[in-house]
């Protein structure tokens, strides 16, 4: 006897579910710095024309598939191909990428666990920025500390989907979504009453043409592409929880929604607290690990405000990692008939351990890191896995994703599949154009960017 799918218990349900697999690090952690290092507004804007004709496309074509076939990466390319077709190996991929992203994503979020202990201890008062600066750096080379909070966030992450659709990843995004929104706009309501709020609300949203360059251009198209979670099979393992007649246009839309204001509400946080105390936008990647607390070290209450925000953090990391962890479980228990529980573990207890080497990446162990750089690959392996994902991986999983909805999915099976359930049925015409030309050639253009092909040539 089968057992029947499990379905998302509402409408709603999806939608925070998939709006928690978007949005994640890259909204609150990558997304203001970049923002910042290409001058603020007019990179917004692009970002947001890329979010439109690229992205979203992509997203509908993720769901679609997943929701046509009602199954897991593998077994939805099987279902809209045929049996032995190379189109499988696009699931595969789509599992092997959620794989090693999360092993790494996994030791991030367990830096952020770590920061809502200091904050709640206060540990940022009365520090020096250099002292703040180094706290980082131990933190990243602690190999108890970086090992021990990614196996707790992995135990997290197990728990919740060994619970299910709706008990499991349904109720945690019900949970974890609204308090993100919650938590993100207490912290916007602090940051209206800075001094350095005027100065960052004309950076996100005002013109400066003169700090974007072509490299910025396609930083936002590779952003916009990467933020919404394509490209590693988590919308279509999501997409094959709904119903057939589910509205797929309407549900797209709203995540792809959610997941920019997050993104720009983010950037209305950070920056008013940045320009307030004399910050540098543009400080890459320790932005939000350094440069946050430095500021949160001068704040009336900086403890409470740190604490909120690497909360906030957490909560990000975590609805995405959900996701990950969903897409490799689902494999086994579609193609392998697992019990929930045992694919969750399993395939979450093999992450923890893939992942070690990534928490020992920053200086835990030689082997894993200087040792490693210093061999042929010129990388640590935390370095080295996200290179392989954002380089090769998702780009090339986007494109299939594309391609294959585009030019191997049936024109009438495509056709009644968009249009069922949708009032939005006028946009068919220009999904299809978008897939077929627009979507890979900006998928192209990420990925060759991506392996320094542009670069090589002088383009950039």
Same mark, same amino acid.
């Given at each position: 006897m089968t057992t029947p799918r499990a379905q998302w218990g509402s409408r709603l349900g999806f939608i925070l579910a998939a709006s928690g697999s978007a949005v994640g690090l890259g909204n609150i952690w990558k997304f203001p710095y970049i923002t910042?290092?290409?001058?603020?507004?007019?990179?917004?804007?692009?970002?947001?024309?890329?979010?439109?004709?690229?992205?979203l496309p992509i997203m509908m074509a993720e769901i679609f598939i997943?929701?046509?076939?009602?199954?897991?990466?593998?077994?939805?390319?099987?279902?809209?191909?045929?049996?032995?077709?190379?189109?499988?190996?696009?699931?595969?991929?789509?599992?092997?990428?959620?794989?090693?992203?999360?092993?790494?994503?996994?030791?991030?979020?367990?830096?952020?666990?770590?920061?809502?202990?200091?904050?709640?201890?206060?540990?940022?008062?009365?520090?020096?920025?250099?002292?703040?600066?180094?706290?980082?750096?131990?933190?990243?080379?602690?190999?108890?500390?970086?090992?021990?909070?990614?196996?707790?966030?992995?135990?997290?992450?197990?728990?919740?989907?060994?619970?299910?659709?709706? %008990? #499991?990843?349904?109720? &945690?995004?019900?949970?974890?979504?609204?308090? /993100?929104?919650?938590?993100?706009? =207490? !912290?916007?309501?602090?940051?209206?009453?800075?001094?350095?709020?005027?100065?960052?609300?004309?950076?996100?949203?005002?013109?400066?043409?003169?700090?974007?360059?072509? %490299? #910025?251009?396609?930083? &936002?198209?590779?952003?916009?592409?990467?933020? /919404?979670?394509?490209?590693?099979? =988590? !919308?279509?393992t999501y997409g094959s929880y709904l119903k057939r007649n589910d509205d797929l246009v309407g549900v797209s839309l709203a995540v792809s929604v959610l997941d920019t204001l997050v993104a720009l509400l983010a950037c209305l946080v950070l920056f008013p607290i940045v320009f307030t105390h004399d910050m540098e936008p543009g400080s890459g990647p320790g932005l939000v690990f350094q440069s946050m607390p430095i500021a949160f070290s001068q704040m009336a209450g900086g403890g409470i405000w740190a604490t909120i925000f690497f909360v906030l953090l957490f909560f990000a990391a975590l609805t995405s990692a959900i996701s990950l962890l969903e897409v490799v479980a689902s494999y086994f228990i579609d193609e392998r008939n697992w019990p929930r529980w045992t694919a969750a573990v399993v395939c979450g207890g093999f992450i923890a351990l893939l992942g070690v080497p990534s928490a020992l990446a920053n200086g835990g162990a030689a082997l894993f890191s200087s040792d490693m750089a210093a061999g042929p690959i010129g990388k640590d392996w935390m370095t080295m896995l996200d290179d392989l994902t954002s380089q090769w991986?998702?780009?090339?999983?986007?494109?299939?994703?594309?391609?294959?909805?585009?030019?191997?999915?049936?024109?009438?099976?495509?056709?009644?599949?968009?249009?069922?359930?949708?009032?939005?049925?006028?946009?068919?015409?220009?999904?299809?154009?978008?897939?077929?030309?627009?979507?890979?050639?900006?998928?192209?253009?990420?990925?060759?960017?991506?392996?320094?092909?542009?670069?090589?040539?002088g383009w950039m």
């Amino acid at each position: 006897m089968t057992t029947p799918r499990a379905q998302w218990g509402s409408r709603l349900g999806f939608i925070l579910a998939a709006s928690g697999s978007a949005v994640g690090l890259g909204n609150i952690w990558k997304f203001p710095y970049i923002t910042g290092e290409n001058g603020g507004g007019l990179f917004v804007l692009i970002y947001l024309v890329c979010i439109a004709l690229i992205g979203l496309p992509i997203m509908m074509a993720e769901i679609f598939i997943g929701r046509e076939s009602q199954c897991s990466p593998v077994g939805a390319f099987r279902s809209l191909s045929k049996r032995g077709s190379p189109w499988i190996l696009s699931g595969w991929l789509g599992v092997a990428t959620g794989l090693f992203i999360l092993s790494f994503y996994a030791v991030v979020a367990g830096w952020s666990m770590h920061y809502i202990v200091l904050s709640l201890a206060n540990s940022f008062d009365g520090k020096s920025p250099d002292d703040i600066n180094a706290m980082f750096g131990d933190v990243a080379s602690s190999a108890s500390i970086n090992v021990g909070w990614h196996l707790a966030f992995m135990a997290i992450t197990i728990a919740i989907v060994i619970g299910g659709i709706k %008990t #499991g990843i349904e109720r &945690a995004a019900r949970i974890l979504m609204p308090l /993100l929104f919650v938590m993100l706009i =207490a !912290m916007l309501i602090r940051a209206t009453t800075t001094s350095g709020f005027p100065r960052a609300f004309n950076f996100v949203f005002g013109f400066h043409n003169e700090d974007l360059t072509a %490299t #910025g251009v396609l930083e &936002a198209l590779g952003h916009a592409f990467f933020t /919404l979670s394509l490209g590693m099979g =988590a !919308m279509i393992t999501y997409g094959s929880y709904l119903k057939r007649n589910d509205d797929l246009v309407g549900v797209s839309l709203a995540v792809s929604v959610l997941d920019t204001l997050v993104a720009l509400l983010a950037c209305l946080v950070l920056f008013p607290i940045v320009f307030t105390h004399d910050m540098e936008p543009g400080s890459g990647p320790g932005l939000v690990f350094q440069s946050m607390p430095i500021a949160f070290s001068q704040m009336a209450g900086g403890g409470i405000w740190a604490t909120i925000f690497f909360v906030l953090l957490f909560f990000a990391a975590l609805t995405s990692a959900i996701s990950l962890l969903e897409v490799v479980a689902s494999y086994f228990i579609d193609e392998r008939n697992w019990p929930r529980w045992t694919a969750a573990v399993v395939c979450g207890g093999f992450i923890a351990l893939l992942g070690v080497p990534s928490a020992l990446a920053n200086g835990g162990a030689a082997l894993f890191s200087s040792d490693m750089a210093a061999g042929p690959i010129g990388k640590d392996w935390m370095t080295m896995l996200d290179d392989l994902t954002s380089q090769w991986m998702l780009p090339l999983g986007g494109l299939f994703i594309a391609m294959f909805v585009a030019w191997r999915v049936g024109g009438a099976a495509r056709e009644k599949g968009f249009k069922n359930g949708t009032r939005f049925s006028a946009m068919y015409g220009g999904w299809v154009f978008l897939l077929r030309y627009l979507v890979p050639i900006g998928v192209l253009a990420v990925f060759l960017n991506k392996i320094g092909v542009f670069a090589k040539l002088g383009w950039m």
